[in-house]
């Protein structure tokens, strides 16, 4: 975490650089965005930002003098931004009305998840806002080999890997006209994802059974684990860890006692603010683990071999690289790494 801070703070101290860049954006601007061609006559001036993941990044670029709404919170925003994001305003918690979104008059529309703004957008479709005269931008993570009218949180079709947030950065550098911040950001997280994938790769656990549980409408019903392709899945290739889930959708919901088949010895557990679905507390998770007959069976249970793990580190995001961090150094606590 103190490595991404750094990098983040690294990032923002260039503001001040930005309007000298060699490489300024020539207007207009059209970028292909999750399968449709946006045209920006100038650098947006107001954003309203639907999604935790995509509002940092934002934040990250210095853009958050032009933010003038954010919604969709998992937990805390990183910690260099609280003040700045304090005194902007939270249209929701979580899915934010289409009236409000477009209340705020922003000139750019920027969402983190297709399901919020896209074809079936839970808060308004892509043409909706383009009638309004309203440009969108959606985070490449989540439509690049990725069919999101299946699945419930969608289908990803190749493994996710951290590129896609380089895209995501850069793009909306461009965008904003913020090269050198841009560039700065992703040669800080490419070395950060390098030191980090170099300082376990002696200490790698070949094929360790590892299921991320994110949370569970019921308690004590099927689980939101992660599937094949998706962030986690990256996190656990960078070490060489084993997914227990083989499908290709994001978040599949599985019983335990399919999770049981495959006996996972580590459970990593997503910590949250919120408190959407009625498992989203971490200590209820656990709680859960340790009583129910299926789960409490488990060698993971047995030996609480259960890593911690910020919720926006499971999601594509630029938290996903602490991810790898907190669960190599989770394995090598209990002993598990070769």
């Not at 999750?34 to 993941?53: D, H, L, M, N, R």
């Not at 950065?169 to 040669?187: C, N, P, S, Y």
């Not at 684990?225 to 919901?253: C, D, Q, R």
């Not at 599985?254 to 459970?267: L, S």
Request: hydrophobic share 45%; charged share 25%; glycine share 8%.
């Amino acid at each position: 975490m103190r490595q991404i801070l750094a990098a983040m703070t690294f990032a923002l101290g260039l503001t001040g650089l930005a309007g000298t860049s060699l490489a300024a954006t020539q207007y207009p601007l059209t970028v292909t965005n999750c399968g449709q061609e946006v045209t920006f006559k100038k650098a947006p001036e107001k954003i309203v930002s639907i999604g935790q993941g995509m509002t940092e990044v934002l934040y990250s670029l210095g853009l958050a003098d032009k933010t003038a709404g954010t919604a969709v919170w998992v937990g805390p925003v990183l910690p260099q931004y609280a003040d700045a994001n304090s005194k902007i305003k939270r249209l929701a918690d979580n899915d934010p009305s289409f009236e409000a979104v477009v209340g705020e008059e922003p000139d750019l529309v920027a969402a983190e998840f297709e399901w919020h703004v896209g074809a079936q957008g839970s808060v308004g479709k892509r043409e909706q806002f383009a009638d309004l005269g309203i440009d969108t931008y959606i985070a490449p993570t989540d439509c690049v080999a990725k069919i999101n009218t299946v699945g419930g949180d969608g289908v990803r079709k190749e493994l996710f890997t951290m590129d896609l947030i380089y895209q995501e950065i850069t793009e909306l550098a461009q965008i904003f006209d913020v090269k050198d911040r841009g560039d700065a950001l992703v040669a800080n997280l490419k070395k950060r994802e390098a030191d980090a994938v170099a300082s376990i790769a002696a200490a790698s656990s070949k094929n360790l059974p590892v299921v991320f549980w994110f949370s569970s409408k019921e308690v004590n019903g099927d689980a939101f684990v992660a599937g094949k392709n998706s962030a986690p899945a990256y996190i656990l290739k960078t070490i060489a860890a084993k997914n227990v889930v083989t499908t290709e959708e994001e978040w599949p919901l599985v019983g335990w006692e399919t999770i049981a088949q495959a006996n996972p010895r580590v459970i990593v557990i997503a910590t949250m603010d919120r408190r959407r679905y009625a498992a989203d507390d971490p200590k209820v998770k656990v709680d859960f683990l340790e009583n129910d007959a299926v789960t409490k069976e488990l060698d993971a249970v047995k030996n609480r071999h259960f890593i911690m793990m910020d919720a926006q580190s499971m999601n594509p995001t630029i938290r996903t690289i602490d991810g790898i961090e907190t669960l190599a150094s989770g394995i090598k606590s209990f002993g598990l790494a070769q």
